[in-house]
């Protein structure tokens, strides 16, 4: 997809009927802010990193004098901008009940985003998800899926000056590639997130066990430090005691 993709935004990049997911509105006024974290807690600075980065978008386009709004997906997330941006919240969705990811929501969400663009009510979407490097790195991404940007990096193949011929045409493949390709990014930050909550959680749980096992040794030491000195106490009283008689 992404090859195609890369392929046919080149071609159709300036063209004056460019789809409207890639060419944009033309504005930049209305930001909406797709804000992915995780619904449950006990996975260390997972949920704020993202929150973080998010309020830091939020706070230089408010500056520049843009309109925000913000969906939520993931109840944390939820939890912590609704204390200062509950009124930009326009839309708010989690996945409590749900036991596994799939698709379906990823669809669902992106459906969400394209209806409010074809109603005219944003300019760019940017999306945030934690994203998954290793077990103990997860890194706070900002990726902007509308208008849709033409993937960098893909590897094509070398056709020798041939060029692909596209039926139907270029255009009406656009059409119905993109909305499914914003999808698809959706999807993999959902994924991503999920990696990295497990990860992040597993970190934490690590560190809380070990930071668990030192408090203990500490006390104990401390216990038997006590103990100690009252055994101590004890026989120098009895000592005294059978000196003075």
């Not at 949920?47 to 993931?74: F, M, P, W």
Request: charge should be negative; include cysteine.
């Amino acid at each position: 997809m992404e090859a195609v993709l890369a392929n046919l935004a080149a071609s159709a990049k300036g063209n004056p009927g460019a789809p409207k997911l890639l060419a944009g509105t033309g504005k930049d006024e209305t930001h909406l802010l797709i804000v992915g974290t995780a619904d449950k807690g006990l996975c260390g600075g997972f949920n704020s990193s993202i929150v973080r980065l998010a309020r830091e978008h939020i706070v230089r386009l408010q500056d520049a004098g843009k309109k925000v709004k913000i969906i939520t997906v993931g109840r944390k997330g939820d939890d912590q901008l609704k204390r200062l941006y509950g009124e930009l919240i326009v839309w708010k969705t989690n996945f409590i009940d749900v036991k596994q990811v799939g698709f379906t929501e990823a669809n669902e969400i992106a459906g969400k985003v394209l209806e409010m663009f074809e109603a005219g009510e944003f300019d760019v979407a940017t999306l945030f998800y934690g994203k998954f490097k290793n077990v103990v790195t997860q890194v706070p991404t900002a990726q902007k899926i509308i208008p849709a940007e033409a993937p960098e990096g893909v590897e094509t193949p070398d056709l020798k000056g041939a060029i692909y011929a596209y039926e139907p045409d270029e255009q009406e493949i656009l059409t119905a590639l993109l909305p499914r390709y914003v999808a698809v990014q959706v999807f993999r930050a959902l994924l991503e997130n999920v990696a990295s909550e497990q990860a992040a959680s597993m970190s934490a749980m690590d560190n809380a066990t070990r930071n668990a096992g030192e408090m203990i040794d500490n006390l104990n030491l401390k216990y038997n430090r006590a103990r100690q000195a009252q055994i101590t106490t004890e026989l120098i009283e009895i000592i005294a005691g059978a000196e003075a008689l």
